[in-house]
């Protein structure tokens, strides 16, 4: 394992800022280092252009999988048209590494906002979040397209506005395919457990093992149900339109307004 660690430090050292990749993108800093990809702030050559550029760590690129599960993912965005989520604009090879460029959301992610700003969100903002992040995941599963990694530092939210990034865990599968609602039902409770992390940002004790979220938690009955049946405890959710006519209610019962987009 240590082993491990020391090859990929001497292959996966981030490119340094000012090189220029492609013949067009100046690369400025490392956003941050995954351990599938390495993913960048770039500058398109002679404008004042952001993107993000991510990079297939140049020791996975090694292994003819590790190439072929990149391709794949850059098949999926092209793919993928949809108002928020990061549309692909680019992807070239040099000497071997794979890159591919996609457009830059200047927002911050979930885990920031809740853990480094401390922001808080009340059940009603909490709903009207998850019910925008739903209407993305009604997207993604309407084209076979299961994300399989939203966490809250895949979720984008500027203006009240929610995005969803980073697909490199996901996946376009047949109908038939006999994993596609094992992969429903893993967005579904990843969708549940950011749920969670919203509501718990106004919780002013000590979370504690001993007690579930539904001890410490005050929220109200069809919050409650929502998230249960999202997490499988209760009866699980089959389809991503009744999330969203639940998610609707259980803001009306909050005296909200859902804006549908």
């Not at 209407?135 to 990694?149: A, M, P, W």
Request: with cysteine.
């Amino acid at each position: 394992m240590k082993w491990t660690r020391i090859i990929k430090s001497l292959y996966d050292r981030p490119i340094k800022k000012g090189v220029l990749l492609g013949d067009s993108y100046i690369i400025e800093k490392c956003l941050g280092m995954g351990g599938y990809g390495i993913t960048y702030q770039c500058v398109l050559k002679g404008t004042q252009d952001r993107y993000v550029l991510k990079q297939l760590r140049p020791s996975k690129s090694k292994r003819t999988y590790e190439r072929e599960r990149f391709k794949q993912e850059v098949e999926l965005l092209r793919k993928i048209n949809h108002k928020r989520i990061p549309n692909l604009v680019d992807y070239f090879m040099i000497d071997g590494q794979s890159y591919y460029v996609m457009n830059k959301i200047d927002a911050p992610n979930l885990e920031d906002l809740l853990f480094l700003q401390k922001s808080e969100f009340t059940e009603l903002e909490s709903l009207i979040l998850a019910y925008k992040l739903m209407s993305i995941l009604d997207y993604l599963h309407e084209n076979l397209i299961f994300h399989s990694d939203i966490r809250p530092p895949n979720v984008l939210v500027k203006n009240g506005e929610v995005f969803l990034i980073d697909f490199g865990l996901a996946k376009k599968i047949s109908p038939k395919d006999i994993d596609i609602e094992s992969r429903r039902q893993d967005d579904f409770f990843d969708l549940g457990e950011c749920l969670l992390f919203l509501l718990y940002s106004q919780f002013k004790g000590k979370p504690s093992k001993k007690r579930s979220w539904l001890e410490e938690l005050s929220i109200g009955k069809e919050t409650e149900d929502i998230i249960k049946r999202l997490l499988g405890i209760n009866e699980v959710y089959s389809a991503t339109d009744h999330i969203r006519e639940d998610l609707v209610k259980a803001i009306d019962c909050q005296g909200g307004l859902c804006q549908k987009n």
